[in-house]
């Protein structure tokens, strides 16, 4: 199929093996609001079909019950296509999701084969895959779990044809997920900046701290040299007025003085006998 209708701001195509004739269920990969539009626009336009819309219109899957299900299986059993999204939400575009079973009702009630579809990532074609038949389960209880079965096979031919995992929990709870891992990246985010501006206040203050330190030791520095300038100062004025007095600072008057060495020796002195008219035995004068 290569005929594309013309829309209003691009193209849509209708890609893969042609759609068979007579009752269809097109089961499609939801991923935008736009997807019931281009669907339409694709199956009108290449095959002349009037596709029944009325569990995705307006723009998203609309919630089952009595009314939507009698309408659509009257639908089938007129020989019409009936266009549906099994995953009932618009998908995160990291997988395809689980599929709501009354896909599997549809197709066992009416004997409709199922088609699965995805729109592409440039949105601008319809791909669509085999049709699946499932009348080997014509005669089999739709239990539960027939309508589990039928549903997860449906949705692993589209996950498939996607090339995307398929992901065994429901579109909404994956939306959820993606929405509640959002929100964890942007707390930590928060998080890191906060921490990251608190670490940066920390390091100022360290360093307007140590620069404080640094201040205290330079004005304690320049006091000791003050005190020593001080010191020397007077030492230095002192040393002046001693000279000026010809004082030399440390020599005393003991010095000037000649030693015990230097003087005289008694024995160096002339005796009493020795001097001139003196007898060193006494006589009497006559």
């Known amino acids: 199929m ?13 890609t893969g093996v042609d759609l068979p004739d007579g009752a269809l269920i097109l089961a499609v990969h939801h991923v935008g609001r736009d997807d019931a539009v281009l669907v339409r626009s694709a199956i009108r336009g290449t095959t002349g079909r009037r596709p029944w819309l009325g569990l995705v ?123 509640a891992a959002r929100r964890d990246r942007s707390r930590a985010r928060r998080a890191h900046r906060a921490a990251a501006r608190q670490q940066l206040i920390l390091e100022r203050q360290e360093v307007r701290a140590q620069a404080a330190v640094e201040a205290a030791d330079l004005a304690q520095a320049a006091i000791l040299a003050r005190e020593r300038a001080k010191v020397q100062a007077r030492e230095a004025a002192l040393a002046d007025r001693l000279r000026a007095a010809g004082i030399t600072p440390g020599v005393t008057d003991e010095a000037d003085r000649p030693d015990q060495a230097d003087r005289p020796d008694q024995a160096d002195r002339p005796d009493q006998a020795d001097r001139p008219g003196t007898d060193g035995n006494t006589e009497d004068e006559h």
């Open 57 to 179: 219109m307006p723009t998203r899957s609309v919630p089952w019950g009595t009314s939507a299900r009698s309408r659509a299986l009257a639908v089938l059993r007129q020989s019409g296509l009936v266009v549906l999204f099994p995953e009932n939400a618009i998908a995160p575009w990291d997988g395809v999701f689980k599929g709501d079973v009354e896909v599997a009702h549809l197709a066992l009630e009416t004997g409709a084969p199922v088609v699965p579809a995805v729109i592409t990532g440039d949105r601008g074609a319809l791909r669509v895959g085999e049709p699946m038949d499932f009348s080997r389960h014509a005669e089999t209880p739709h239990s539960r779990a027939v309508l589990r079965a039928v549903t997860d096979e449906v949705m692993e031919a589209i996950s498939t044809l996607a090339g995307l995992p398929y992901r065994d929990i429901p579109a909404p709870a994956a939306r959820q997920e993606a929405s």
């Open 2 to 14: 290569t005929r594309s209708p013309l829309l209003p701001g691009g193209e849509i195509a209708l």
